[in-house]
């Protein structure tokens, strides 16, 4: 079946030890999103890819960056993981940007920063 | 930016009564509205979406939901709640000015008892 694929489901890292969480798609959408859920929060979208286009949101912190080598992976990098990006992160697609356009997630990794 | 409102962060229902979750939106146009579910420790899965084609929306798991626009809602309903309905629910809007991803209410967690 095509999906999204988020590894690893759970990542604990340590207090400014850099992190990366990994997303793969087998839907060949156009477009990635990396999307930031806070413990009873709603989802707060970070940044996305249009192919290699990427768009970043006025107030995600420096701190979170994003690679998309290929049409299949995303990578969100956090370069100094603080105690408040512990956090559940999505990935999601879409074939193309629209108004009607549906947003596939993946299952989130969920982050730990000790 | 286009948003919407969830009324009520918790709602509990029996086991066979009739869901009725709220969501309003704020839009000077035409919205393209969606519901998510969530379940524990998973990502969302889309319930349905409202894309002006009908007003009655019909999605998955029995829910559908009805856009009406002279009171800005699109309530989320289902005739007889199941224990396996009990999760988080996510009315969202697609944002035009960040490449229409999502903009999601806070959320209303549904228990089924």
């Known amino acids: 079946d095509a999906m999204v694929i988020q590894n690893p489901r759970y990542q604990v890292t340590q207090f400014g030890k850099p992190v990366t969480l990994s997303c793969s798609q087998t839907?060949?959408?156009?477009?990635m999103y990396w999307y930031q859920q806070k413990s009873s929060q709603a989802p707060k979208l970070l940044f996305h890819y249009y192919d290699k286009d990427f768009n970043n949101e006025a107030d995600t912190p420096d701190n979170f960056q994003s690679r998309r080598p290929n049409t299949s992976f995303c990578f969100l990098d956090i370069r100094s993981p603080g105690l408040g990006d512990a956090a559940m992160y999505l990935c999601?697609?879409?074939?193309?940007?629209?108004?009607?356009?549906?947003?596939?997630f993946g299952p989130g990794t969920r982050l730990l920063v000790l | 930016a286009q948003s919407v409102t969830q009324l009520g962060s918790h709602v509990s229902v029996s086991e066979g009564a009739l869901v009725l979750l709220r969501c309003n939106y704020s839009s000077s146009v035409p919205p393209y509205l969606f519901w998510y579910v969530q379940y524990p420790n998973q990502g969302l899965q889309l319930l349905l979406k409202y894309t002006s084609a009908a007003t009655l929306v019909k999605g998955i798991n029995g829910f559908e939901a009805e856009f009406k626009k002279s009171e800005t809602s699109f309530h989320l309903t289902k005739p007889s709640a199941h224990m396996s309905d009990a999760a988080e629910y996510f009315c969202a809007v697609s944002d035009k000015n960040s490449g229409y991803a999502l903009n999601f209410g806070k959320g209303t967690s549904l228990l089924v008892t």
């Open positions: 839907l060949n959408h156009n477009v």
């Open positions: 999601a697609t879409s074939r193309v940007t629209g108004p009607q356009e549906t947003q596939y």
